[in-house]
């Protein structure tokens, strides 16, 4: 069994990602990564902005809202990502379908559970198709609105589900349904209502991107076929770190690898999977650093990160296990940034990698700072390392 050494899968990936800095614009690096963390509304652009030295913040802008040729989608793991347009098709019927029907169980299941307020009565299934195609037909009428407007015009989404718990909080069904929506690939987050940081969206109808449906494909077929571009982009990597990535059960998992041509390799102690015959030649580049933002999809990409995380988890983790911003020598996590008030942005490298590392960090830090160009952006995600830089 051939093995592979951490050193090797830190030098793939930081080509296969881009880290070199070298990509064209934004639909190259979406495309590459199989789509970019949007959880966190700034993390697509400097996602983007650290793989592509030429593009800008307007130019992210325009392939989203004006081109069109990227989209906000609920995906794996029930996570937003911004995807290539082209390709929702398959990533619906992969994830987003099951994903859709998942969440509308549980939206009922809460109702059934916990009751409403004001009380249901009837059929409750046939009561929240109902409410569904009210909030379609005025999505359609408006051409855009975000959910406070399409709760205005729709009373069912105003309907409150108690809390079945302490811990639980009063919610309408605005935000679930919505969400719903969305992952049936029924509507659309279209443009922000305030800056590119900003959380808050207009909402559209999907044929408004989509004149005609996605072109029909089978789960199975899709499954496999994201299963296979995972491993091209993020391989070798553990059956695990499949399952984990996609959001899938184990049985979905081993059917769609069962039908790829893998080989069993070693990833330093632990059985991994490659596509085809083994490929891990790298062109020769120079050393480089990249500033990845929190819940990038580089460092989210795995389950087990052991072999990129060269200094204490702890450092740059929240206590639910969600990563924070990022500093990247060659592959290898050997800090961490953030952006301070006044619009500087700061690092702090806490593994010694040499001089050329220190340099080359601080390089990056300037010209991020100045494509930034006073913008301060706080991950969603607060480390105690990168708090400790503001």
Known sequence: MLTITPEQRRLVIAHRH?????????????????????TDPATPFLSVLARSRTTTIADIVDAMYARRSMVRWMAMRRTLFVFPTS???????AVSTPLAATLRRQLLSR?????????????????????EKQTMAALVDAGSATGAQLSARVPGLTTVILPGSPSEVRQNVTSPLLTIMSANGLIVRGVPTGAWTSRNHLWQPAAAWWPHDFEATSEADAQRALAR?????????????VQWWTGWNK??????LSRLPTIDVDLHGRTGLMLGEPDLEIPDS??????????????????????FLSIDRREIFDTAGNIGPTLWWNGEIIGSWAVATTGEVRTSIRLDRGTDAKSTIHLAA????????GTVVTPSIRTPLEKSLL
């Not at 571009?229 to 770190?241: I, M, Q, S, W």
């Not at 480089?288 to 087990?304: F, I, N, R, V």
């Not at 300037?366 to 160009?373: F, I, M």
Request: proline share 8%.
């Open 18 to 38: 881009l880290l070199h800095g070298g990509a064209t614009g934004p639909d190259e690096v979406a495309a590459t990564l199989i789509g970019l963390h949007a």
């Open 87 to 93: 390709e929702i098709a398959g990533i619906q019927a």
């Open 111 to 131: 109702l059934r559970r916990n009751g409403a307020e004001p009380p249901i009565e009837g059929d409750l299934d046939a009561w929240l198709a109902d409410v």
């Open 229 to 241: 571009r995972y491993l091209e982009r993020y391989g070798p990597a553990t059956a695990d770190d």
């Open 251 to 256: 049985t979905t998992t081993t059917r769609a």
């Open 286 to 307: 120079p050393p480089h650093a990249a500033l990845l933002p929190s819940l990038d999809s580089t460092p989210m990409g795995w389950k087990e990160r052991e072999w």
């Open 366 to 373: 300037a010209e991020l700072q100045r494509r930034l160009d």
